[in-house]
């Protein structure tokens, strides 16, 4: 009987096995897909990656990690501090993505089993805090009536002691249940832009090659949308097909999303301020372009319900908080960091999608107008 490390179950009465994974001796080198990375294999030999995000309690004052950071102030903190909100980050985003039928990975938020055993059902009353910072409307004693534990997906998971070692060592304390992860989908056969790039002594010709892919067109609206102040080219990957010729483009690494602006990239001659998947294709696109447009009609289609959707986190990140406020390593009033996050989220994707006017306003600044347009 085959050993599985990480079990994930379609609910919490684990009646359904949504997936299995097993860890593999395989490593993603920093060059790779989403940096440094451990691979998991599934049960159809595809490949996973485990990324970490360790740093989201200070457990000397109880409480989460800051999630206001002065990027342009001290842009390296964001990496350290702000770690709740980039694991949601790239949750959200490739909910989004894939919904836009955009080539954006597949992730799923896991954890270490205790956690995931805590027990958190809809009717199981919360420890307060001697001062509750909600709300009236927001305050509820019960795990349903805060966290709408019934809108959140229900999944659960079980682990080996391997997999639970693994994340003791990401944690740093010696203790997996202060792990967050994600485990994204690998994308086989991929370079990263840059490598690609690289590869040729013809710049030019390496961007005519990316130029003829429709996908870096359908996804510059939605990498314009999330306002990622980290997208350079390591965030991109070509794909190729059995012939070895660049087939698609899939976009990767969307922790930073609505941070601010391009603050880590360098205004090049290749770049001049955008990004670099917007500066290769720029020229031969704009605003009208049928293949931006597809994406740009796409989000504008998208009801505010299925954003808030979108920007819930499973019932494992309310796990998450109360197993730490349960054990004493989190204030009770803490959790109101959760929903913080969540509703940050909701609110700058409803406030800046297209119906508002907004995305179309930064893709005309980002990729232009015809030349012959006469407004």
Known sequence: MAKWDLTIYESSDKKEIRNRFRLTKKT??????????????????????????????????????????DLKESPEDSRGRMHLWRTFNELTASRLGRCLHLNVPEAIIVCSQQVADHPLTQTTTLPLGDVIILDEDEEGETAEEYYQLSGREPYTLETSSKFEKILSEKGGRGDPTSVLAILLEKIPDTINLDEFLDSYDDVDEAFQIVQQIDDG????????????????AGNYLVQFDKSKQAQKIWGIDYEMWALGSDIWMEEDEITKGR?????????????????????????????????????????????????????????????????????????????????????SDILVRQIGLPKDFKP
């Open 28 to 69: 993603m080198t920093a060059a790779g897909q989403h940096g440094k990375a451990i691979i998991l294999e599934d049960e159809k030999k595809k490949e996973w990656l485990l990324k970490t995000f360790a740093n989201i309690i200070d457990f000397e004052l109880k409480e989460i990690q800051d999630l206001e950071v």
């Open 275 to 359: 990004s670099y998947l917007t500066a290769i294709i720029h020229p031969k696109s704009n605003i009208f372009d049928p293949r931006v447009n597809e994406t740009v009609y796409r989000i504008r289609e998208l009801s505010d319900e299925s954003l808030s959707a979108m920007t819930r986190t499973p019932q494992l990140a309310c796990k998450f908080f109360e197993y730490h406020i349960s054990k004493q390593g989190l204030d009770p009033d803490e959790r109101v960091k959760l929903k913080q996050a969540e509703t940050n989220l909701e609110d700058f994707l409803i406030e800046s999608r297209p119906r508002s006017d907004k995305l």
């Open 217 to 232: 067109y359908t996804l510059l609206p939605f990498d314009v949308w999330l306002n990622d102040p980290d997208r350079n």
